[in-house]
């Protein structure tokens, strides 16, 4: 039978996000026969710009009680005037039929396509801690599963931190009573733990790895000098500035000893009014001495997932601080060091068994550089083991799949 499957928080306009979707379509496809998928999200209209294969639409938190552009907003006005009465007047909530007469096409038509789904699927990646907030979509998925009678399925992701002292009320009522919870590494499981004991999760890989039954590229034995550097702006201009840094001294190095030539690629580029991550090489280029500016370029264009992976093996190695772009990288069949700005890199690494080439962006320089010694004298060791390696967690991501199994 024909499974309508909606995947919903997907934002798929960097190409980290595009990896991790890609991925669970591919994944989805090879265990449904022919599946209907839909991709909701907070920006549909870009994401289906650049992919327009892929049934997007609008995530419910966005969805509820907002109107698409093309309404008449003072109908619509009116229209939600009257649900706020019935609702508050009459006891008619607002997913009540009555109610839902009164609602916008697009509430109407996410409701639909959700109410059809056989699973909801919370896309893999990391959005449930306190750096950006989580309270909408905590409220949305509690809805799906009360008010729909949905199964929600938390997949392949990263979880935490939890460093506020908030309510965790509606979260954990989430997490209890979610269908099942696949984790790509175990600090979140810790996170979770730290929450609550009694909630079940598994761990995995990263769905991306999944990628590996798609892309298949021969690792290139010879000389390390053609590096892709990856530098993004996180927390606070304090922050921003030492990476920067930082970033100025190991390029000194990667010139100075190893005569690499160094291109600035991300994973969050040439989108307009989105993260660009070339905004910060030019940057970090700027603030090099003249003699070292000729080793650098930037390749700022957005590319998409096949032209991207295909752009990485070109190289022969990634340092930087986008998961993605390391496990593109990867795939790519070039080694690849991380910078990492949360648990969920290192977590990564350490099921690789690649630990040795990650490290966290707030340690000293001389780690930063002491961990570039260590990648560029193990390069023929990483070149052997990746292949291997990538395969055991193509394999690892495919088992992810098999929590979908019942609805075969």
Known sequence: MKKNITIINSVAVNGGDEALLKATILGLHDKFEYPHINVLSSLPAQCKELFPEINFDWDWEYAFRNKDENENTFLYKIKKKTRSVLRNKLGIDYDNKLSLLLGSSREKRVYKKLKNSDFILCSPGGYLHDFYGYANRVSSYNFFIEKLSKDVHVFGQSVGPFFLNIDRKELLKFLRRAKSISLRESYSKKYINE?????????????????????????????????????????????????????????????????????????????????????????????????????????????????????????????????????????????????????????????????????????????????????????????????SALDDLCDKAEESFNVFNPYL
Request: net charge negative.
């Open 195 to 387: 929450l609550a004991s009694d909630i079940e999760v598994r761990t995995s890989v990263d769905i991306a790895f999944y990628l590996r039954k798609k892309f298949y590229y021969n690792v290139k034995f010879g000389k390390t000098k053609n590096i892709v550097l990856c530098f993004r702006k996180w927390l606070n201009d304090d922050f921003d500035s030492r990476n920067k840094e930082k970033a100025i001294v190991l390029i000194e190095k990667l010139v100075d000893d190893y005569g690499c030539n160094l291109t600035f690629i991300s994973t969050c580029q040439g989108i307009d009014n989105y993260k660009d991550d070339s905004e910060f090489a030019y940057e970090i280029i700027d603030g090099l001495s003249e003699a070292y500016k000729p080793y650098c370029s930037v390749v700022s264009k957005k590319m998409k997932l096949e032209e991207l992976v295909k752009k990485l093996n070109e190289f022969d190695a990634y340092i930087g601080m986008r998961l993605h772009g390391a496990i593109l990288s990867m795939i790519a069949g070039i080694p690849a060091l991380n910078i990492g700005y949360e648990d969920k890199t290192r977590g990564i690494y350490e099921e690789m068994k690649f630990n040795d080439y990650c490290l966290r962006f707030e340690e000293p320089i001389e780690i930063w550089l002491k961990t570039v010694e260590v990648f560029f004298r193990d390069q023929d060791k990483i070149k052997q083991t990746m292949p």
